[in-house]
């Protein structure tokens, strides 16, 4: 960042407090784009489809918060589905109320567990791809800037 060593302590009063601000300022910069993603969806399936797209894509284009994110932050996602948390990570939970919607819009009645588990199946294709993505020298003929919906269904 082209300044001292101590700069930041100017701001933060330690190291944890630095980290959690830069995990805060990358969640809301892919709440953003995820929040573009489902504007205007008429179906929360379509709603899903566009946050998959969108999360693969924010992380290929940004491998580097996919490895601070996912490998180096506490985030909270309860997968329960019999109460919300209100403290769990923001995309999980626009995740988690478009998978609800889905089921609404769809007439589909899932015990608690049954959500869970396709709530589960969901998040880790689109985590997975992202992750795959965001690998050095793995070599496809996938675009990860416009992905398939093929597979993301």
Not at 140 to 151: A, F, G, K, P, T
């Amino acid at each position: 960042c082209n300044v001292s060593h101590a700069a930041p302590y100017a701001h933060f009063k330690d190291k944890d407090e630095l980290l959690e601000a830069i995990k805060n300022s990358v969640t809301d910069r892919f709440m953003e784009e995820l929040l573009n993603a489902v504007e205007g969806k008429p179906t929360a399936d379509q709603a899903i489809i566009a946050m998959g797209r969108t999360y693969i894509q924010f992380f290929s284009s940004n491998p580097d918060y996919f490895a601070f994110i996912f490998g180096k932050q506490n985030i909270n996602a309860h997968l329960k589905m019999n109460r919300e948390y209100k403290d769990d990570y923001p995309p999980f939970l626009l995740l988690r109320r478009m998978y609800l919607k889905h089921l609404e819009e769809n007439g589909l009645e899932k015990t608690f567990e049954e959500q869970e588990i396709e709530l589960i199946k969901i998040w880790s294709i689109v985590h997975g791809m992202a992750s795959i993505a965001c690998m050095k020298g793995i070599k496809s003929s996938v675009n990860w800037n416009d992905i398939d919906e093929r597979l993301l269904v």
